[in-house]
């Protein structure tokens, strides 16, 4: 029988174990990692990996999925802030670009290598591009953004921020993401703002 403190702190080792695995991807991606690397570098049992997810990959998943997740969290919360539509995407932008500026260059080569956790961060983006859509509609509607085609800046975001994602900003510009969506913030405010 399991006692309650048990229960708990199994559940809360997990969850911390967890998050120093997003904290150590983060810094050098996980494509190189063993299990065993692993749990000698969080200073836990292997076991108690296998209590977090039942394989590497898995483990990577729950990772990138607890990253991911915190982070629409804390960007959502930045972008609820100010009461201008225009201010709302700006805010909502720059806070993905903090966001994914602890991401190493490393953790972006593998997700693009690991389909998985790629998917993750796919989905991330599309959710991010339809949340921008929806923030340009509110402000046009508002009467606080100039009339623009919101659904052609939705599709335009949208197309920006997967090109960040697959890499092609990058490459084109040598400007890795948090910069880019830097960038991207700077452009759509600046092209809705009423003259």
Known sequence: MTSARTATRGPARRAAVLDDLVELFLAEGFAACTLDDLARRLHCSKSTLYAVAASKEQLVVAA??????????????????????????????????EQLRPASAAFFADLAAFAPAGEVYARNTRTAARRVQQLVDEGVAAGTLRPVHASFVGAAVTEVMSAIHAGRIAAATDLDDAAAYAELAALVVGGLHRP
């Not at 990253?67 to 969290?73: C, Q």
């Not at 539509?85 to 700006?90: L, M």
């Open 64 to 97: 990138v999925r607890r990253f991911f997740a915190r982070a629409t969290e804390a960007v959502e919360a930045r972008a609820a802030q100010p009461a201008d539509a225009g201010a709302r995407i700006e805010a909502y932008l720059l806070a993905v670009s």
